[in-house]
């Protein structure tokens, strides 16, 4: 069966980055998209970004332009995702998620979620 | 306007139907998706292209779209069902996924 295991919580200072790990197994890596959305405390979803076979290029979120990089690595099928330039606003839970190649695909598998803090 | 607009809350009470609406100018035209997040625990998507289910999901989830609205229908509510619910849809202007506002469904 698919899963996506996410790389453990972390605790960050302000101004410093963030990468998080996002491993897949169960499926052929290389046919999916993987997504990164985040949810603040008591807040919605809220989509970064993700790799969309369609497009071929990272795609991201206006907000986060900039800021995010998300990157994937065939060999070892895990996709990743770097925040920079981290403040208090960005603690949050961070998911990666696999939709289909074309954009209008949905998510049909989740991680677990990583909890990134940022304090001083 | 990119915004999905949902109600904050929905209540029912058991054995009810619950209809969670996600509005949109002409989302009609778009391919519109639902999750469902429980406490604690990340989303799971109950129905995908409006109306189909993926596998596991009962069939009392079920999903429609037209013009401005598209709707989530959970019929014969149960205690299990109490959860946060989100519209998606992949917006071309933006060339972004946009996520609802979320509805939390209370079973009374």
């Known amino acids: 069966q698919v899963q996506l295991v996410q790389s453990g919580a972390a605790v960050k200072k302000p101004g410093s980055s963030v990468k998080v790990s996002c491993k897949a197994s169960?499926?052929?890596?290389?046919?999916?998209?993987f997504n990164w959305v985040r949810q603040a405390p008591g807040q919605g979803l809220e989509w970064m970004g993700g790799?969309?076979?369609?497009?071929?290029?990272?795609n991201y979120a206006q907000q986060f332009q900039g800021r995010v990089t998300i990157t994937r690595d065939e060999s070892t099928s895990t996709a990743y995702m770097e925040l920079s330039s981290l403040t208090s606003e960005d603690t949050a839970m961070y998911y990666c998620?696999?939709?289909?190649?074309?954009?209008?695909?949905?998510?049909?598998?989740w991680g677990q979620g990583t909890l990134v803090t940022v304090s001083s | 306007s990119s915004v999905l607009t949902q109600p904050p809350s929905v209540s029912v009470a058991p054995g009810q139907t619950a209809t969670i609406t996600c509005e949109r100018y002409?989302?009609?035209?778009?391919?519109v998706h639902w999750y469902q997040q429980k406490p604690g625990q990340a989303p799971v998507l109950v129905v995908y292209a409006d109306s189909d289910r993926p596998s596991g999901i009962p069939e009392r989830f079920s999903g429609s779209n037209s013009a401005n609205t598209a709707t989530l229908t959970i019929s014969r509510v149960e205690v299990g069902d109490e959860a946060d619910y989100y519209c998606q849809v992949w917006d071309n202007d933006s060339v972004s996924y946009v996520f609802g506002t979320g509805t939390k469904v209370t079973v009374l």
């Open positions: 998620a696999r939709a289909g190649q074309m954009p209008i695909s949905w998510f049909d598998y």
């Open positions: 002409n989302i009609g035209s778009r391919s």
């Open positions: 169960g499926d052929t890596f290389s046919s999916y998209a």
């Open positions: 790799i969309i076979p369609f497009f071929g290029i990272p």
